[in-house]
């Protein structure tokens, strides 16, 4: 099993032991990681970056974890191969901002 | 190197090839992280999951890798380890949430 | 008819003369508000306040008139009194927030 | 004074007594519009909407005020007139999205 592979089976572990696959969908995990992201941010509210990572450092390596977490969910419930996702993006952003261009 | 250490080369080899790493500060990387989620979100507006999915299954996968790709370069830049960090948030949210109190 | 009042009629006849109210249920609009702001932040990304408004002022404004519109027409249809949620939460800031305690 | 301008005069009070103005840059303004349009959001996830306004309603109400508030801040520091924005942009969505076109 990948790396990646193993770390969705253990969030599909904990919401699967607390009965919660029933409100994972699809719009509402959206929502999640919107709202995950926001909490990441805002540990910068107010702040410059040197600021905010020596108050918040421990909150914001928790925050992009939650949004991580929820992003795998997504992938796992949508059939989304997350390595083909990311490099298939890069792909084309390649394409859209060719180098030397900038 | 592992899975997705191999995904977070690949996104460094991106930004360094445009010399984009100076924009790249902690505080912005959190609001673009919150700006791709969003776009990801817009998917479903005015939209239940399934419309959605059959409407705009291609746009969700390259928003979830948009998410995820800042996610990780944000990982990167503040030396987090991805698999550590969403290990401990599990055992951090398995402790909040025991099994048998839902 | 108050100021406020005029402005949430204009908008009501905006989506009445389009037959959109159908899709304003409450989640959604509270998705619209969320994706209207971050819009308006996206002018902020990779720069400072400066440097925003000086090249994207005119979107600047247009995103924070959406924000405005999609809050006032929630107000509307949750028969919320603009000033007085307004007013009522200063209140609360004020206690929670005493003068002389910053 | 107008309605609104009563507002915006009632929220400078509030942060001017606080000396909290030298923090409201109009970027860490924009964010805090994005935080507070996801407080708002959480409100509604894993729910529809009657179930959250069911339970939620008393937060809904106070989680709009709070981006109205940081929307007329903002307003009042661009030196925006906020009808005038408004109207502005319900003139420019009625020439997008002419009537009878839907």
Same mark, same amino acid.
């Given at each position: 099993?990948?790396?990646?592979? #193993?770390?969705?089976?253990?969030? =599909?572990?904990?919401?699967?032991?607390?009965?919660?696959?029933?409100?994972?969908? @699809?719009?509402?995990? #959206?929502?999640?990681? !919107?709202?995950?992201?926001?909490?990441?941010?805002?540990?910068?509210?107010?702040? =410059?970056?040197?600021? #905010?990572?020596? *108050? =918040?450092?421990?909150? /914001? #390596?928790?925050?992009?974890?939650? *949004?991580?977490?929820?992003?795998?969910?997504?992938? !796992?419930?949508?059939?989304?191969?997350?390595?083909? /996702?990311?490099?298939?993006?890069?792909?084309?952003?390649?394409?859209?901002? @060719? *180098?030397? =261009?900038?």
């Amino acid at each position: 099993m990948s790396e990646i592979e #193993a770390l969705i089976k253990a969030i =599909n572990n904990f919401r699967d032991e607390r009965n919660w696959r029933q409100y994972h969908n @699809p719009k509402d995990l #959206a929502i999640s990681i !919107s709202l995950e992201a926001s909490e990441l941010l805002e540990n910068f509210q107010w702040k =410059n970056s040197e600021l #905010a990572l020596e *108050v =918040n450092s421990e909150n /914001i #390596a928790e925050e992009i974890a939650d *949004v991580l977490i929820y992003s795998l969910m997504l992938c !796992s419930d949508l059939d989304l191969d997350v390595t083909q /996702i990311i490099e298939e993006k890069l792909k084309k952003n390649t394409q859209k901002y @060719p *180098v030397g =261009n900038e």
